[in-house]
């Protein structure tokens, strides 16, 4: 031990020589600067991509009108053009106070659940960390029990929300207002406290509901329409919901941009991102309080969609690596193009009828989940 | 204690009676010191003495129950997190990552003290990734994911890390932790050159005593309080260590060596040099002629000894000399690459003089130092101890293989002369420094 600490004292004069030649230097850098440059260039490309879906899922369903018509509808809605009508009016209602809400909606759940996506895994530092984790989904999933349950004297509109919507988005929110609450002592929240305290808080509303369900007689002849609630389908009930939606969804992703870089620091522990100046307590309400609101704003008017949360995320890590600034913003794309594809497939491949939106996200993204990380075989190290 | 000079205003970092516990149980008890600006400390102590928590203390992650943690002169608790980091960078012994970040984007996030969440980087910041990544070394690293990297790797990344941060003050946990001896060797000699060269100020939570004895000049000895602080000669202190680390060990210089080693009990690894063989009475009893490097692993061994020395005269600007300064107990200067002076060689002569002994380190003879050998035989013939030190000497006896090593680096017509009158008038030779301070003794 000793003389092979002697040893060492005569090389490491020696090591810096050793070391990685210099010239390398130069050469590092313009290749790294190319690559930084063409991943914000993926954003547009989303863009176009989504609006190319929303037109597709508007055009397509139990009556198909076609997208120049949709087109030429929308564009009679502006007021500054007029094109006459070569169409049933039947379809200008459908797609106007039907198809339409719907695809917009769609396409907001799937932002929300991708962007909350992002941040929860970011936080809690967790690959694995869903967005309807933290009690949210068995919030929301109990207070649409409930909802269901109350006489349908109750059943009035508040800003173009339904009890059902209104009660699960306060249910989501509750639930995630209590798991912190419980996680939290001493004024600290440790992520790991939070994860456990949101297993538990999930555990007890699902019981809860289970039990709401099998004592109430009311319930009897509307437990089908709560079943299909429960397995997600994208249900907007008027504009102005749509309209708030989107507010509330546009104010998360926002968010979750400006957030990224505390974030990224998260990525590197609690700890050390204190040590680089965020007041980590702080971020970290802020962070769950941003993802609540999008995960309530989604599952108001989607029921429980399970999957887009991870596939989203996991899909522009793997292909832009994993910085916030630019996986908050693309997760939010991706995840729109997801939920409304997978909302035109739930709604064509049984035409007349309709799959469960739930079902469809996890038997279409969970094989394309796995497709991907299989291709990606070692590459891919979230 | 080391005292701030009266350059410094408010030291760079500051305990002030600190104390802290988990609970019922006191961790850190009545802790009292400060970092002058530019100082490289090690803080040692068995584990579980409480040094990651000191350091969390200082860098204001965990709030003292009693005292103050100061922070060039201010409390840590009333500036805020960002200012904080700002001034003072930590290097935690744990860092994990989570999800595949490239070493330049870790490396980026130490830039976060200077920026509000939407402020777009600078050009400033580009050149600070850059130097940071180029003085930790990790350069050719800079596009490979984090996770990916070798221990010693991630740990210089994380120095890297730190360094981008721009902060005055570093404080490290552990940062030889779990990394093999080449690693533990590159992240210190890394340390002390950013030390030297940025004049950063460093704490570091250390579990190697010797490699700590090696490149920290000053040592804390920690045990839910301070023990003991000062050089290396000071703190590691046999009966001080065997207290605290609760098992006995023995302290010197091994044969070959250069610096303390802390030894277990009973194995018969002679050491040729124990303290408390020699004691210094405060003046400079050792007097090192020496330049261009040369002298570098005696000083380092007196130092480590707690042997008070002179050295000089040495060129502004040479190595030895910027060490000598802050080793030697006074050092005599010449401008950059200048010729002895009269002034300089009367001063040699009066440290010459009142030396116990005079130690020559093999330095390249030039017309501009050859009167220092002419002094020094002068000082053998009045009847002084003048000690050759020549590593390349093969045995004492073999006089011709040394003059030949010293013809070798001899720039004049005289020095192989003036070597051999030396070894006429039988001076002492030592063909290591740990034979250099037998001699001594």
């Not at chain 1, 053009?81 to 049933?88: K, V």
């Not at chain 2, 777009?120 to 910041?125: G, S």
Request: hydrophobic share 50%; charged share 15%; proline share 6%.
């Amino acid at each position: 031990m000793v003389a092979r600490l002697a040893d060492s004292k005569q090389t490491a004069p020696a090591e810096p020589q050793t070391r990685e030649p210099d010239s390398s230097r130069p050469r590092t850098r313009l290749p790294q600067d190319k690559r930084i440059s063409w991943r914000p260039a993926v954003l547009p490309l989303l863009v176009v991509v989504l609006f190319a879906a929303l037109a597709l899922a508007a055009a397509y369903g139990a009556v198909p009108i076609s997208p120049l018509t949709s087109a030429a509808i929308l564009l009679n809605q502006t007021h500054i053009i007029h094109i006459q009508p070569s169409w049933p009016a039947s379809d200008e209602a459908i797609l106007l106070l039907y198809r339409l809400p719907r695809v917009v909606g769609a396409a907001l759940v799937g932002a929300a659940l991708g962007v909350a996506g992002v941040l929860f895994q970011g936080l809690l530092r967790n690959p694995l960390a869903d967005p309807l984790l933290l009690g949210t989904s068995s919030g929301a999933a109990l207070g649409a029990t409930i909802a269901f349950m109350l006489p349908a004297a109750f059943t009035a509109y508040w800003f173009g929300f339904g009890l059902i919507a209104l009660l699960a988005f306060a249910g989501a929110l509750v639930a995630v207002a209590l798991v912190y609450l419980l996680a939290t002592h001493n004024r600290r929240t440790p992520v790991v406290t939070l994860l456990l305290a949101g297993v538990a808080v999930s555990a007890v509303l699902t019981a809860a509901q289970t039990i709401l369900i099998t004592m109430n007689d009311r319930l009897g002849l509307r437990l089908v329409s709560l079943y299909r609630w429960i397995s997600g389908s994208v249900n907007v009930e008027s504009w102005t919901q749509a309209e708030v939606i989107t507010v509330l969804v546009m104010v998360g992703v926002i968010a979750g941009f400006v957030l990224a870089p505390a974030l990224d620091a998260f990525a590197l522990g609690e700890e050390m991102a204190g040590h680089l100046g965020l007041r980590v307590e702080r971020y970290k309400l802020v962070t769950v309080l941003v993802a609540a609101l999008l995960v309530g704003a989604a599952v108001s008017i989607s029921g429980i969609v399970g999957f887009v949360g991870l596939v989203a995320p996991h899909l522009c890590r793997l292909t832009l690596g994993p910085r916030h600034r630019l996986l908050v913003p693309a997760s939010a794309l991706v995840g729109a193009i997801f939920v409304v594809v997978a909302d035109l497939l739930a709604r064509v491949l049984v035409a007349p009828a309709e799959l469960p939106l739930g079902v469809l996200t996890a038997l279409v993204g969970g094989p394309f989940f796995l497709w991907l990380l299989r291709a990606a075989g070692s590459r891919y190290r979230w | 204690m080391v005292s701030n000079s009266a350059a410094t205003p408010s030291p760079a970092l500051a305990f002030e009676s600190v104390s802290f516990g988990y609970g019922a149980r006191p961790v850190v008890r009545d802790v009292t010191f400060q970092l002058a600006a530019g100082e490289m400390v090690g803080l040692l102590g068995p584990n579980g003495a409480g040094k990651s928590t000191l350091l969390r203390l200082g860098a204001g992650t965990l709030c003292p129950a009693r005292g103050v943690v100061r922070l060039h002169g201010e409390d840590v608790h009333r500036l805020s997190r960002r200012e904080v980091a700002r001034r003072l960078a930590v290097a935690p012994q744990e860092f994990s990552v989570q999800f595949a970040y490239t070493v330049r984007q870790i490396v980026e996030l130490g830039r976060m003290p200077h920026h509000d969440l939407l402020s777009m980087p600078q050009r400033e910041d580009a050149r600070a990734i850059e130097a940071a990544l180029e003085a930790a070394g990790v350069e050719h690293l800079a596009d490979r994911v984090f996770n990916d990297l070798s221990g010693g790797e991630k740990q210089r990344v994380i120095v890297a890390l730190t360094l981008a941060q721009e902060a005055p003050i570093l404080l490290l946990d552990e940062p030889t932790a779990h990394l093999d001896i080449r690693y533990q060797i590159e992240i210190l000699e890394l340390l002390r050159r950013l030390n030297g060269e940025r004049k950063l100020t460093v704490l570091a939570a250390l579990h190697d005593l010797n490699l700590a004895a090696r490149y920290f000049p000053r040592l804390i000895l920690f045990r839910e309080t301070i023990v003991a602080d000062g050089p290396p000669a000071h703190v590691l202190d046999a009966g001080l260590l065997s207290t605290v680390y609760e098992t006995p060990v023995r302290v010197g210089i091994l044969r070959g060596q250069d610096h303390l080693s802390v030894l277990p009990p009973g194995q018969d690894n002679p050491l040729v040099w124990q303290p408390g063989k020699l004691s210094s009475g405060g003046v400079a009893m050792i007097h090192v002629i020496a330049g261009g490097g040369s002298g570098e692993l005696m000083m380092r061994a007196l130092a480590d000894a707690g042997v008070t020395f002179s050295a000089g005269p040495l060129n502004a600007g040479d190595s030895d000399y910027t060490l000598a300064q802050r080793l030697a107990a006074s050092s005599i200067v010449e401008p950059p690459y200048a010729p002895v002076s009269a002034e300089g060689l009367a001063a040699a002569r009066m440290r010459m003089v009142d030396a116990r002994a005079i130690i020559l380190c093999p330095t390249p003879l030039g017309p501009g130092n050859i009167v220092l050998v002419e002094e020094a035989l002068a000082a053998r013939r009045a009847g002084h101890k003048v000690i050759l030190l020549e590593p390349t000497a093969l045995s004492t006896g073999d006089t011709d293989a040394l003059l030949a090593t010293v013809g070798a680096r001899d720039f004049t017509t005289r020095g192989v002369e003036l070597y051999r009158e030396l070894l006429e008038s039988d001076c002492l030779v030592a063909k290591s420094v740990a034979e250099a301070l037998q001699l001594l003794g």
